[in-house]
């Protein structure tokens, strides 16, 4: 078992750290709103986020003198994919959306809350930062395929690395789709574009993405926000959507085995 995973399961041995991931599987938190909901002190889950942040299972970012915590989902699929064969995998995966399905009920009524839509995610590549930017960028479209195409698995999906280029996705009968713009850009360190990304009912939205090299390795950190009518099911949808991308399809492209799991 390789010292990550190690560290996930750690995390993971303890009801209390367990309670605060899944609370912030609703959405990111600030220390103090998870604290409140504890029958301990601030200083004692303070201590507990700590193990939960050493283990990649929680993102922290501080706005002001707060901290929000984000749930990394990335570092806890990693730490089961050892575990599961594809097929179990898939059937986990299933039988999970089911009894989330069911909890919710059958009415189908959801509820939106907050900034609508917050996802953070960290990723560990084995490649150096110029290999995954330009993996990000001018590779895009190797990578990033059906389904996670808007104008059919037949488009081609284009992105220049410039400021003001468009990510744009071009499909058959004249179809042609934005998904954003690039508002800031520092090759290979980071790159930053605004617009709606496939988000229904989004009025405006945000894809930051940040690279840091580490021990000849890439970290790549993505947040994703967006301001509109957004419900539960789309937040969860973007969450896995994201980790598929970037855990799964972004890392195989790039071991040379094509943009498909």
Do not use: C
């Amino acid at each position: 078992m390789s010292r990550e995973n190690e560290a996930v399961w750690k995390a993971l041995s303890d009801p209390v750290r367990r309670s605060i991931l899944d609370l912030l599987r609703t959405g990111p938190q600030t220390t103090g709103a998870l604290s409140a909901q504890f029958d301990q002190t601030r200083f004692g889950v303070m201590k507990h986020l700590k193990v939960l942040e050493a283990a990649r299972l929680v993102l922290v970012e501080r706005r002001g003198r707060e901290r929000w915590n984000f749930l990394n989902a990335v570092a806890l699929r990693q730490a089961t994919d050892r575990w599961l064969t594809p097929f179990q995998d898939a059937w986990a995966h299933r039988l999970a959306r089911l009894e989330q399905h069911l909890e919710r009920g059958t009415g189908g009524m959801t509820t939106a809350t907050g900034l609508g839509l917050d996802v953070r995610m960290e990723v560990r590549i084995a490649a150096g930062k110029a290999r995954v930017f330009e993996a990000l960028t001018r590779e895009i479209g190797a990578w990033w395929v059906h389904p996670y195409r808007q104008a059919g698995p037949d488009s081609r999906l284009r992105l220049e690395p410039a400021i003001g280029e468009a990510m744009i996705e071009t499909g058959p009968g004249g179809h042609e789709v934005i998904w954003g713009y690039v508002e800031e850009i520092r090759v290979p360190d980071l790159l930053y574009l605004s617009g709606r990304f496939a988000v229904v009912n989004a009025i405006a939205g945000r894809v930051h993405l940040d690279l840091s090299e580490d021990g000849g390795e890439t970290i790549l950190r993505v947040s994703h926000t967006a301001i509109g009518n957004i419900d539960d099911g789309m937040r969860a949808n973007f969450t896995e959507g994201w980790r598929d991308l970037l855990d799964v399809r972004l890392r195989a492209h790039l071991r040379g085995v094509g943009g498909r799991p």
